[in-house]
């Protein structure tokens, strides 16, 4: 058997999440909500990198940018967080989940994840 290269840890930080669309927050479907209010309305958008934690392991960090008329709440995260892992595999979710006005963007529109880490 053949053993695979070795991967950098930096490759390793670029590749989480493996798909992003299946880590965000903003797209989950309409239909599913957490306390009575649609994530849909509370989440203009989000990105999600990788964060190494405490015991040296990559798991996924949340930027999410707030729809006017909503705060930042610790509630809020933790509604976001099992809202995520109730929709996808609950070792996806985001361990920490960080509130910002706005996410770093390029002159296209593109999230520039780089900056986020």
Do not use: C, N
Not at 43 to 71: H, N, T, Y
């Amino acid at each position: 058997s053949v053993s695979p290269p070795p991967v950098s840890s930096a490759r390793m930080r670029s590749r989480v999440p493996a798909s992003p669309r299946r880590f965000s927050i903003a797209s989950m479907p309409p239909s599913s909500t957490q306390s009575g209010s649609s994530v849909r309305s509370v989440v203009l958008e989000a990105a999600v990198v990788g964060k190494e934690d405490s015991d040296g392991l990559i798991k996924p960090k949340a930027f999410v940018v707030l729809r006017d008329g909503f705060q930042a709440a610790e509630l809020l995260a933790e509604e976001l967080k099992a809202h995520v892992k109730s929709t996808i595999a609950p070792y996806q979710y985001p361990r920490w989940i960080e509130f910002d006005d706005s996410l770093p963007k390029t002159a296209t529109g593109k999230i520039q994840r780089y900056k986020l880490r």
